[in-house]
């Protein structure tokens, strides 16, 4: 199987990094990582990249503009085809997203279209929705809001907490993702 140049940008923790990385090196996964970029040199996912011996970049956000420049020319210089937005807590302009020709994916911790944007763990125990979840959709330039190819429901339990949501829904994260990858290939 040819695998698809692809590269994941990361923010923090990296755990679906980690399982992106781990599935990616079975031989029939679509995909093979080439490259990791951060916004945040202290991200503890660049880890992962070392451990892998994957090659990553660090580019601050300080300006989207030089962010994103210097993306584009180092995606490009690597033949990638392909992105992942794993834990990547920046927006990418509608500059961008077009010059990647939309071929970007990003993996959202609610069910969408419900709890758009930020803390959607406390939202959703706020509001007492009986089921939350992870979401894996298209990239399209207004945040959390591009096509949908995969969802997985969770049952919200009386004594749940942000904390055992969060862990359980990123649970679920790492089974999902990979999934995912493998449907938008199909
Ligand atoms: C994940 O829960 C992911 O869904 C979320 O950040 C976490 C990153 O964890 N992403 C977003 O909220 C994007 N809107 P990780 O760094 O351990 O993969």
Sequence with gaps: MVKVNSCVFISGSGS???????????????IKINLIISNNTNAY???????????YKFYSYKSRNFFERNCLK???KRKI???CLAGFMKLLSKYFIKNFRYKII?????????FKGLNTYNRALKNNEKYTGCT?????????SGNIILKKKII???????????????????KLYPE?????FR
């Design 16 to 30: 679906n990094l980690k399982s992106l990385i781990k599935n990616s090196r079975n031989h029939n996964f679509p």
């Design 45 to 55: 996912g660049l880890k992962y990249a070392k451990k892998y011996n994957i090659p």
């Design 74 to 76: 180092e995606l490009k």
């Design 81 to 83: 085809k392909f992105l």
């Design 106 to 114: 990003n993996i959202h911790p609610s069910l969408l279209p419900k």
């Design 136 to 144: 894996v959709h298209h990239v399209s330039p207004q945040p959390d």
């Design 156 to 174: 919200i339990y009386d004594n749940d907490t942000e904390n055992s949501l969060k862990k359980r829904i990123l649970k679920q994260e790492h």
């Design 180 to 184: 995912a990858i493998r449907c938008s």
